[in-house]
């Protein structure tokens, strides 16, 4: 992994890892080895190899520029599309939550638009039969 510092210099080894000048000129001549964070931090940096960091479910997953690069998809993401994919998940998450609400309360309606037709044909029924009932009474009585 030394390949990784031979093409830089100090100064930018320093800004990239944060480590002693001292050390920096030690990993160069070799004389001292390179701590796997500082190589991590390097791979990530000068390679753009997110795994570096992240772990081998990160592989082919990279950093260039100011753009991410997903393996399945060949153009890059910038910062503020990358927000706003998070946002659209986020959305898209509520408003699934919202549609699950929204069908429960059109069940919990259709159940009571239900009830209250067998209660409109009860009384309808009752209607009628009441009418009848008072037709013949008229005509008994008349």
Same mark, same amino acid.
């Given at each position: 992994m030394n390949e990784l510092i031979f093409g830089i210099s100090i100064e930018e080894i320093d800004k990239i890892t944060g480590e002693d000048l001292k050390a920096i000129k030690k990993?160069?001549?070799?004389?001292?080895?390179?701590? #796997? *964070?500082?190589?991590? !931090?390097?791979? &990530? =940096? @000068? /390679?753009?190899?997110?795994? %570096? @960091?992240l772990g081998d479910e990160w592989k082919g997953y990279r950093f260039k520029? +100011?753009?991410? =690069?997903?393996?399945?998809?060949? +153009?890059?993401?910038?910062?503020?599309e990358i927000r706003a994919l998070f946002w659209k998940c986020q959305q898209v998450w *509520? !408003?699934?939550?919202?549609? #699950?609400?929204?069908?429960?309360? &059109?069940?919990?309606? +259709?159940?009571?638009? /239900?009830? @209250?037709?067998?209660? %409109?044909d009860f009384y309808r029924r009752?209607?009628? &039969?009441?009418s009848r009932f008072g037709l013949i009474l008229h005509r008994s009585f008349s």
């Open positions: 990993w160069k001549k070799g004389t001292k080895d390179i701590p #796997e *964070s500082a190589l991590r !931090l390097l791979r &990530l =940096y @000068l /390679n753009g190899d997110a795994s %570096a @960091l520029g +100011n753009l991410f =690069y997903v393996p399945e998809w060949k +153009n890059g993401f910038p910062p503020h *509520s !408003l699934e939550r919202e549609i #699950e609400l929204l069908k429960r309360e &059109l069940e919990r309606r +259709n159940e009571e638009f /239900n009830d @209250l037709e067998v209660k %409109a009752q209607v009628v &039969l009441e």
